[in-house]
T-cell receptor
Framework: AQSVTQLGSHVSVSEGALVLLRCNYS??????LFWYVQYPNQGLQLLLKYTTGATLVKGINGFEAEFKKSETSFHLTKPSAHMSDAAEYFCAVNPYNQGGKLIFGQGTELSVKP | EAGVTQFPSHSVIEKGQTVTLRCDPI?????LYWYRRVMGKEIKFLLHFVKESKQDESGMPNNRFLAERTGGTYSTLKVQPAELEDSGVYFC?????????????FGSGTRLTVV
C-alpha cells in the first residue's frame, strides 16, 4: 500500500532561517505530489503540486519543493521563515490510477521563533 | 466564489448518539470527498462522490457511517451510533475535475468529540 512519511512531527526555526520539511513516499510509479498547509481554525490550503514537467515546483508564500524520483522525495523549502508561516504542513500523494484520492503524511507542525 | 462550507464546526455528543455532518461544495463541483483526521494520526480518505454516485467508499470505517449526496449538491455524513474512536476532525473537499491535476478545495472541517 502507498504511504507517505513526513520526518518530524514538530519543526522549529528562527525567523529568517531556512525552512525544510521532509516528505518521502512509497510508490513504484511516480504519483502526483502535493503540499497542503493548515493555519489554525482554517481548512487545508494547497501550497504547491507536482504532476509532470519541471521537478522544482514553486508555490504560494515563497515555498518550493523538488521532486526527486530516485529518492522518492518531495521536500518543502523556504529560504527565509516568517512568523506567519507557523502552521501545520501536510505532504500528500495521489497514487497513479486511483482517481482523486489523496494519501497524506502525518503532518509537520512548524513553529517560527522571533 | 464561495468556498467549501462545513457545519457544524464543532460537535460534542455522547457515545451512542447520532450526529450528522454537512458539506456544501463549491457550486458546479461534481467531485466531493470526505476525509477524517483522528487525533495524532494522518488525514485519511473516507469516500468520493461524483455527482450523487459513490465513486469510491473504500475508506469508510464501518457500517455506522453513512454518506449521502442527494441531487449531487451538498453531502451529509451520518454517524450512528457514535463511538469514542469516531472523535476527530472531518474534512470535506470538492473539485471540478476528477484527476488531481488541479488540486481540490477543502472546507474548514467539523471537529467531532464523542464523550
Amino acid at each position: 500500500a502507498q504511504s507517505v512519511t513526513q520526518l518530524g512531527s514538530h519543526v522549529s526555526v528562527s525567523e529568517g532561517a531556512l525552512v525544510l520539511l521532509r516528505c518521502n513516499y512509497s510508490s513504484s510509479v511516480p504519483p502526483y505530489l502535493f503540499w497542503y498547509v493548515q493555519y489554525p481554525n482554517q481548512g487545508l490550503q494547497l501550497l504547491l503540486k507536482y504532476t509532470t514537467g519541471a521537478t522544482l515546483v514553486k508555490g504560494i508564500n515563497g515555498f518550493e519543493a523538488e521532486f526527486k524520483k530516485s529518492e522518492t522525495s518531495f521536500h518543502l523549502t523556504k529560504p527565509s521563515a516568517h512568523m506567519s508561516d507557523a502552521a501545520e504542513y501536510f505532504c500528500a500523494v495521489n497514487p497513479y490510477n486511483q482517481g482523486g484520492k489523496l494519501i497524506f503524511g502525518q503532518g509537520t507542525e512548524l513553529s517560527v521563533k522571533p | 466564489e464561495a468556498g467549501v462550507t462545513q457545519f457544524p464546526s464543532h460537535s460534542v455528543i455522547e457515545k451512542g448518539q447520532t450526529v450528522t455532518l454537512r458539506c456544501d461544495p463549491i457550486s458546479g463541483h461534481d467531485n466531493l470527498y470526505w476525509y477524517r483526521r483522528v487525533m495524532g494520526k494522518e488525514i485519511k480518505f473516507l469516500l468520493h462522490f461524483v455527482k450523487e454516485s459513490k465513486q469510491d467508499e473504500s475508506g469508510m470505517p464501518n457500517n455506522r457511517f453513512l454518506a449521502e449526496r442527494t441531487g449531487g449538491t451538498y453531502s451529509t455524513l451520518k454517524v450512528q451510533p457514535a463511538e469514542l474512536e469516531d472523535s476527530g476532525v472531518y474534512f470535506c473537499a470538492s473539485s471540478q475535475w476528477r484527476t488531481q491535476n488541479y488540486g481540490y478545495t477543502f472546507g474548514s472541517g467539523t471537529r467531532l468529540t464523542v464523550v
